[in-house]
């Protein structure tokens, strides 16, 4: 009889040390601060991201942590206080996730410029049409001829630009998706543009998953509207905000926010993959708003990307006026 | 000298083997004697039990992530563990994935074993777990058979690493999180090469149990 409990007394304790033993290897092995980032997937699927992780970590005792997801995901974690810190491109929404008190200590990092990209053969001849009258174009064709346009359909910054877009247009987005040409492809940009490839269609990419996809020759497609304030891209850094998550790692937030801004962050950015493709896939946006070396380009900046004037209304500044000089 | 050891596949590999083998050993502690005791007992709602267990071992991984998720986020009822992003939150969640897969399997295993093994055994006197291990042994090759595919599909699985491990670089990234992430960075070839390494391990394993089993009888 004895022996017949054995079993239930071993299992649990085996159990036990195993899990254990389990959290001190995690624990011990990693001695350094923790900083928790959501970011956007162009920043992490073109690699940048590593770039700036390495650097960052040979600087500072802090071990980035970094999830790579769309602008609709990464804000719901910092709400949930799941990430001390995130990086994304849609201003409306990151207004909306200021205003709603979870997020602090916005500044803006970069900027590039989306395209419209489409077939080779181009049926709608949208090629360096504006981006307005591009996509009245894109709908004509779909609606005449069934030339497909396939939306990102994820709630990412690309989604909500492209949605964006289709206002500025002057069309209504959500009767339009439930017509035929109309497809939502309900995934990441490498995904959708080899939908795009197989279909024919034509699409919102931004150029760094663009580039590297035409650089590998997994996409025929080709840009055609790359010029025009509409296709402006602005990426930017917000931390959690303390107050509603105590528990995050405010400090380093700052730290990494600090790090980005600064020339040598600044210069990472603009270097990355420069080589690669001939041109730099994200601009570093900190000085030339510091600076306005380009009038025309800080104030479509501003018009895209600023809430009443300010890339963080001083009521988000948190403990850091210095970011805001 | 332990150079090789750095190299990124290497290290995901070994991750993915040491995740999946760790919860593949945590349900075999639990499973386990729970199959073994549903097995050989007949108790009241036992088939209902049984059909439990059996439904579970559908289990989309998407959704148990997402549950996992839901739970382990620092909103969530076990925020406070900080569990998200971990492996051990992996290692959890694949667990409970393949939990009904080795009861099941063992269940079922158990059953098809002569019922007069067991009387035998308690004739000669063996006590309940004597007479438990001996059913066991006749058992034994079904029983691996589970486990290996409880392995396999811990190993094989996307929705829960993803959910819950976040595929952090250097941290939680197991093979089927890369491959999905490098498919995505149209990384094509990379990704192939994982793909072959994670079904060479399903492979491998798989051939190595049916070695066994043949020695065993």
Known sequence: MQRNHIIWIVAPILIVIVSIAGTLYY???????????????????????????????????????????GTGLAISHAERGDVDLILVHAPQKELAFLERGFGTSRKIIAYNFFAIVGPESD?????????????????????AQGVKWVSRGDDSGTHTKEKGMWTDAGLNWTSMREEDWYIEAGTGMGKTLQVADNLDAYTLADMGTFLKYKKDEIISLRTLVTQGEELLNVYSVIAGNMTRHPHLNYDDAITFIKFLISDEGQEIIYNFAKQDYGQSLFYPAVNLLRQNTDPELVQWIMNYSFFEGHECPPEYWGNHPELYP | ??????????????????????????????????????????????????????????????????????????????????????????????????????????????????????????????????????????????????????????????????????NLRGNTQVLTTVIAMEVNRGNIEYSIQLTIILLMIVFAITIFTNLLRRRIK
């Open chain 2, 1 to 166: 000298m332990l150079e090789f050891l750095e190299n990124p596949i290497l290290q995901i590999t070994f991750r993915s083997l040491q995740i999946s083998g760790t919860a593949t050993l945590l349900s075999v502690l639990w499973g386990l004697p729970l199959g073994i005791a549903i097995g050989m007992r007949s108790f009241p709602g036992k088939p209902l039990v049984k059909g439990v267990f059996n439904a579970l071992l559908g289990m989309p991984t998407v959704a148990l992530g997402l549950i996992l998720y839901l739970l382990f986020s620092k909103s969530g009822a076990l925020g406070f563990l900080s569990f998200f992003p971990s492996t051990q939150a992996i290692i959890i969640g694949q667990s409970i994935l393949i939990t009904p897969i080795i009861i099941s399997l063992a269940t079922n295993a158990i059953e098809s074993v002569d019922p007069e093994i067991n009387d035998l055994a308690r004739t000669l006197g063996a006590s309940n777990t004597e007479a438990s291990i001996a059913v066991l042994r006749e058992a034994i090759g079904s029983v691996l058979l589970a486990i290996i595919a409880s392995f396999n599909r811990a190993i094989a699985e996307l929705g829960v690493a993803l959910a819950v491990g976040a």
């Open chain 1, 27 to 69: 624990a011990v092995g990693n001695s350094r601060r923790k900083l928790i980032i959501s970011t956007t997937t162009s920043l992490y699927d073109t690699g940048l991201f590593d770039t700036i992780e390495d650097h960052f970590e040979e600087k500072y005792p802090v071990d980035l942590y970094v999830i790579s997801v």
């Open chain 1, 123 to 143: 049926p709608a001849g949208i090629m360096d049409l504006t981006p307005n009258q591009a996509l009245l174009k894109i709908v004509e064709y779909g609606r």
